[in-house]
């Protein structure tokens, strides 16, 4: 008899990974269009203006939202190299893989850096935040929102609160929340909103987002010294492209310049992305992926498996998971691929060979991604030795999906 390999007849995975994520259609389309100018007017003023005044709703601002050509480290990069000056003191909570590489964008930056280490997977220490704070008295605290390594969720409302009491500027990573978990960035006291188009806002990667609070303009005006890179200095947007009417510096109407170019066909798919989500309207949106979450993890624990982090801060967009006793990640994550078409991933760094790791993000926030990656990790599963109860994941998460329907 022939050996049926169930994923033969794709072209390619379900992306189940923490991002990039699977796009909508009308996203893709979107990109299918001959190229436009960038700096033409019917481009700059007739989809970059409006996208990012848009993506205001969706960053829950009152303020400029910009869109750079690049990734979510692009963001960092431009919201740290803009602000900081070498010798300028930060703090930077790191409480994974993510935490590091903010740690290490502020120590390339120059910044006299403190770093607030925080084991994986656990609750981060407020008090010890605030007291490390006051001691400090740091130009910029740090906090990654959703700790994509260990699927953790970090209360980004307290830490800007710890920010606004001690002065500093507060640079939040939302590269794997935003739109997918509650992110308030007025009401918080953001001053960098720093995201990538990847995951949760469910457009093509290859741009990267910061919200910038008149708080991290003022900052960037009072530098003694210039900023040292020209295409991320953020400043410059408010130099040569943000109109007077919005606080910027370009007369209203009058020819402007785009910082950077910027691009156009991940624009186009940026402004039906945004448009997308709007549509459905952020609470909707954020209860959607909160219950999509809760199923995964009923289906997972019905299967016998545990979560990786701390109860109190699972994260509703990338569950981490203890891979069972002696399967090896990296093959669950071969067979799900290689044999059912779909694609999940390993953990990071320490714990990639002890944790697995599923993304819901986007539009797989949703039963028809969320069951079928349950059924196809049972099977996965069943095939390197470890065996849970049939059908016993898929019930549980349909059980979640049918009582909040
Ligand atoms: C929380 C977080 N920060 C930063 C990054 C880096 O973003 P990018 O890979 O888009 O540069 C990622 C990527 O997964 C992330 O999850």
Known sequence: MTTINWARCHTRPLLMIPGPTELPVPVIQALNQPPAIQYDRSFDEGVLEP?????????????????????????????????????????????????LLMREIMQRVGAELTELPVELGQPLDLDRLRTEARRLRPKAITLVHNETSTGTTYPAAEVGAIAREVDALFLLDTVSSIAGIDVRTDEWGVDLNMTGSQKCLAAPLGMALVAVSPRAWAAMERRTRGCTSLAYDLLRWKQHWIPESRGGQVKDGAPRRQPVSIPTHLTSAMQVAVRLILEEGLPHRFRRHEVAAQALRAGLGAMGLEMFPDASLLSNTVSSIKAPKDVETAAVVARMRDHYGILIGTGLDKIRTTTLRIGTMGITSSPPYVLPTLAALELALRDLGYKAESGAGVAAAQQVFADNT
């Open 51 to 99: 996208t990012t005044l848009a993506l205001r709703d969706v960053f829950q601002t009152r303020n400029e939202v910009i869109l750079l050509p690049g990734s979510g480290r692009t963001a960092l990069e431009a919201g740290a190299v803009s602000v900081i000056e070498p010798g300028d003191r930060a703090l930077v909570v790191a409480a994974g893989q993510f935490g």
